[in-house]
C-alpha cells in the first residue's frame, strides 16, 4: 500500500538519477523498462554493462510509459554497480 498512498511522491527522470549514479561512482547497467529500443527477454542479463544510453533514448522511454500513466504511477527501475576505486 506505500507505493500508492505514501505521503510524499517526487518525480525524476532516467537522465537525473542516471546523473545521480554518476556523481556516486555507479556504473549505470540496466533501465526498466529497457531504453534505447532494446526488448526484454527472459534471456536479458540484469546486470550485464550495457552501452551508453542518450537522454533522447531515456526520453522515449519515458513517453512510452505515459499511455499506461497512473497503473504504476511511472514506475521504473534503474540497476547499477558502484565502480571499482
Known amino acids: 500500500m506505500d507505493q500508492y498512498e505514501h505521503p510524499h511522491e517526487s518525480r525524476h527522470s532516467m537522465a537525473e538519477v542516471e546523473r545521480w549514479f554518476g556523481r556516486s561512482s555507479i556504473e549505470l547497467l540496466l533501465t526498466i523498462p529497457l531504453a534505447g ?35 504504476d504511477g511511472g514506475l521504473y527501475m534503474m540497476i547499477g554497480r558502484k565502480k571499482a576505486t
Do not use: C, H, I
Not at 550485464?48 to 512510452?64: C, Q
Open 37 to 71: 529500443g532494446e526488448s526484454s527477454t527472459e534471456d536479458t542479463q540484469l546486470f550485464n554493462a550495457r552501452p551508453p544510453r542518450s537522454r533522447l533514448d531515456y526520453f522515449v522511454s519515458e513517453l512510452e510509459m505515459l499511455p499506461t500513466g497512473g497503473k
